[in-house]
């Protein structure tokens, strides 16, 4: 069965570097997600992509954050200048458009450690 | 803005008993869907369970089912003959009819612990 990767599983960087999360949709799927979850709290929706733009973000979504999908297959999240409190798990998501449901097929998530 | 809340952090069940697991959600909206999502250990969130909300029958997937009170504005998951597969972190799950992005909205998660 189909399933959502993400890469690398833990990354541990310094304060003020930059970070690239990975994340490998299900194929077809046409609706793609990032949300993250600080230790303890709930799962909280950073940004939609859809027709190769962002479609809707939160408000923990500045412009540190960005998304893109550069190859058809791959969909990133860059944190560009991290701080502590972007320790969290970042988990990607996509959808695949079809029925009414809309139901949501996520990775196995990536732990960002800052330091 | 609509919110979700688990008001139980963790759970415990003997295997082969019944457990509930409870979830509210706050939101004006008269039609919406709800999940109930698995997390095991180290892997990726499955869906266990969803339900339209203009359904009133509670939808049903072997031995997981749900309770949807759309009135009280809860949704709780029942897990009968409980087995050690079924411990893991479970999520429940908004999502509004009208968001164009269909983004969930998350509760904190209740961790289920099954005792063998």
């Known amino acids: 069965e189909p399933e959502v990767t993400q890469t690398p599983s833990h990354q541990v960087t310094q304060m003020g570097q930059e970070v690239i999360l990975r994340c490998v949709p299900i194929?077809?799927?046409?609706?793609f997600y990032w949300y993250r979850q600080i230790l303890g709290q709930k799962v909280e929706f950073l940004v939609s992509f859809y027709n190769n733009e962002i479609s809707e973000k939160s408000e923990i979504f500045d412009d540190q954050f960005s998304v893109e999908r550069p190859d058809g297959s791959n969909f990133t999240l860059k944190i560009r200048s991290t701080k502590l409190e972007d320790s969290a798990m970042y988990f990607c998501?996509?959808?695949?458009?079809?029925?009414?449901?809309?139901?949501?097929?996520f990775g196995p998530g990536t732990r960002l450690t800052v330091t | 803005a609509q919110t979700v809340t688990q008001s139980q952090p963790e759970m415990s069940v003997q295997e082969a008993e019944t457990v509930t697991l409870s979830c509210t959600y706050d939101t004006s909206e008269s039609d919406y869907y709800l999940f109930w999502y698995k997390q095991p250990p180290s892997r990726q969130m499955i869906l266990v369970i969803r339900?339209?909300?203009?359904?009133?029958q509670n939808a049903t997937e072997n031995r997981f089912s749900v309770n949807f009170q759309k009135a009280a504005k809860s949704f709780s998951l029942k897990i009968s003959d409980s087995q050690l597969g079924d411990a893991a972190m479970y999520f429940c799950?908004?999502?509004?009819?009208?968001?164009?992005?269909?983004?969930?909205?998350f509760g904190t998660g209740t961790r289920l612990k099954v005792l063998a």
């Open positions: 998501a996509s959808v695949s458009g079809a029925g009414n449901f809309y139901e949501q097929y």
């Open positions: 339900q339209e909300a203009y359904k009133q």
């Open positions: 799950a908004y999502r509004s009819p009208t968001s164009g992005t269909y983004k969930y909205i």
């Open positions: 194929s077809n799927h046409l609706y």
